[in-house]
């Protein structure tokens, strides 16, 4: 079966890159049980980039597109729960990639 791989690419100013990893870390298994979700990765830069890159990967373009639309996706990204103060954003822009898998080894 072929993944269906979404890159978000996020500049964040460099002294954010630690809180972006916390959060992210806070809501490690908050997308399991997610219909057609294969796993993510967060990958920090280990030069003097500022843009961390969240790989996810999925079983179809129309999984993506239902939790993009999903009130999870809403709370992971900063909405929160009702009654919760809506979180600022960690990154100054975000510009999202859409792959396919090519060729594995």
């Known amino acids: 079966m072929s993944s269906i791989i979404k890159i978000n690419a996020i500049t964040v100013p460099e002294d954010s890159g630690d809180e972006l990893g916390k959060r992210f870390a806070a809501r490690h298994s908050s997308m399991e049980g997610t219909p057609g979700f294969q796993g993510f990765e967060l990958l920090q830069p280990a030069d003097e980039r500022s843009t961390w890159l969240v790989l996810t990967r999925w079983d179809s373009e129309e999984d993506f597109e239902?939790?993009?639309?999903?009130?999870?996706?809403?709370?992971?990204?900063g909405e929160g729960e009702e009654?919760?103060?809506?979180?600022?954003?960690?990154?100054?822009?975000?510009?999202?990639?859409?792959?396919?898998v090519a060729v594995t080894g």
């Not at 639309?69 to 992971?76: A, C, G, I, L, N």
């Not at 009654?83 to 975000?94: H, W, Y």
């Open 83 to 100: 009654g919760e103060p809506k979180k600022k954003p960690v990154g100054m822009s975000s510009e999202l990639w859409s792959y396919t």
């Open 66 to 77: 239902n939790w993009r639309s999903s009130q999870d996706f809403q709370k992971s990204h």
